[in-house]
């Protein structure tokens, strides 16, 4: 008799727990940001994408989120979420205690059951049209700077100069030292950042044994066309279609005679 109730009592819950609904990506980033604004910034690390994760540590997450002021949030005015497949997009204006508003573009992608925070980004630049990732590792232009006077290079030569910073820091993670590729970046980029601080933004790719190596074999995909911005800065934003991992990319150069090199870098990977 005990056993039949036990069947019984099984057979009601599990029809019960088939019908429990999961978050939807609006309700997931309102989430994030309230266990944030709550002195909970790990517990939104945690709950966020692989490809977060393993562009930044939480330590560095931690960091981040108090220099752009969201440990200050009260409210956000949420746009209407865009569905793209398996990625939702929303823009929000995140109010902050002072009266600040922090416009953002959130990105979510469907991953093991949960709608989770892929990426924050800045709305689109009016000079270049193109989004920044309010995470991306990027130096702070010179004021004497006269890079703006430079011509855009053809599109052939951007291609290769995504490709080989690509596979620099590739060999930076399998290497397991971004020496050599601190070395090969803008000088003014190296006045502002040192070797630790590059190999601790991107230690999470170290440890989670991320190999990129599959982009030597591929042509790199822009998202929009490569620009100059305001600043002088030559914005490359794109992807690798690869496997195991899909490769995003965003790529700031700036021009050290006689050549353009590294100034800000962000990638992220999807599997």
């Known amino acids: 008799m005990r056993?039949?109730?036990r069947l019984l009592a099984l057979a009601l819950f599990l029809p019960l727990a088939g019908c429990e609904k999961r978050a939807d990506p609006l309700t997931?980033?309102?989430?994030?940001?309230?266990?944030?604004?709550?002195?909970?910034?790990?517990?939104?690390?945690?709950?966020?994408?692989?490809?977060?994760?393993?562009?930044?540590?939480s330590t560095t997450f931690s960091?981040?989120?108090?220099?752009?002021?969201l440990l200050d949030f009260t409210g956000a005015d949420w746009g209407k979420p865009e569905r793209n497949g398996h990625t939702v997009t929303i823009p929000v204006?995140?109010?902050?205690?002072?009266?600040?508003?922090?416009?953002?573009?959130?990105?979510?992608?469907?991953?093991?059951?949960?709608?989770?925070?892929?990426?924050?980004?800045?709305?689109p630049s009016q000079d270049t049209g193109q989004?920044?990732?309010r995470f991306?590792?990027?130096?702070?232009?010179?004021?004497?700077?006269?890079?703006?006077?430079?011509?855009?290079?053809?599109?052939?030569?951007?291609?290769?100069?995504?490709r080989e910073n690509l596979l620099r820091?590739?060999?930076?993670?399998?290497?397991?030292?971004?020496?050599?590729?601190?070395?090969s970046v803008a000088t003014h980029w190296q006045d502002q950042l040192t070797k630790g601080q590059l190999q601790r933004a991107f230690q999470p790719f170290i440890d989670q044994k991320i190999n990129l190596g599959g982009i030597a074999d591929a042509p790199p995909i822009f998202d929009e066309a490569p620009a100059i911005n305001s600043e002088g800065l030559l914005i490359a934003n794109g992807h690798y279609e690869t496997k195991p991992y899909r490769v995003q990319f965003a790529m700031r150069f700036y021009y050290e005679l006689p050549t353009w090199k590294l100034f800000g870098l962000d990638v992220n990977i999807l599997k």
Not at 38 to 45: P, Q, R, V, W
Not at 175 to 181: G, I, K, L, P, V
């Open 28 to 57: 997931s980033a309102k989430t994030f940001f309230g266990q944030i604004s709550t002195g909970h910034a790990e517990d939104a690390y945690r709950g966020a994408s692989f490809a977060f994760q393993a562009q930044r540590s």
């Open 3 to 5: 056993s039949l109730f």
């Open 169 to 183: 820091f590739n060999e930076a993670i399998t290497s397991q030292s971004f020496d050599a590729f601190y070395e």
């Open 136 to 162: 991306s590792l990027v130096g702070q232009v010179p004021s004497f700077s006269d890079a703006v006077q430079k011509p855009m290079p053809p599109e052939n030569e951007i291609r290769q100069l995504v």
């Open 93 to 123: 204006k995140i109010k902050t205690h002072g009266g600040t508003e922090i416009p953002l573009i959130v990105t979510l992608i469907d991953q093991t059951g949960a709608w989770r925070v892929f990426s924050l980004k800045s709305p």
């Open 63 to 69: 960091a981040s989120v108090k220099d752009m002021g």
């Open 131 to 133: 989004t920044e990732n």
